[in-house]
């Protein structure tokens, strides 16, 4: 039997703004997606779409 070795981690996706920070948090494949990520997602603080990069 092969070891169950998971290469899906979970990664916050956070948005700065000068009102505030909002923090999503997703799952990605690290094999697949070495470098960090960026995704648009809706921020409820400005109320339209912004960028979300990923924090360690």
Known sequence: MAKNKSL???VTLESKG???VFRYT???NK???PNRLELKKYC???KK????KEVK
């Open 49 to 52: 779409h912004e960028l979300f």
């Open 31 to 33: 094999k697949n997606t």
């Open 8 to 10: 899906r981690i979970v």
């Open 26 to 28: 997703t799952t990605k």
């Open 18 to 20: 000068y009102e505030g």
């Open 44 to 46: 409820p603080l400005t």
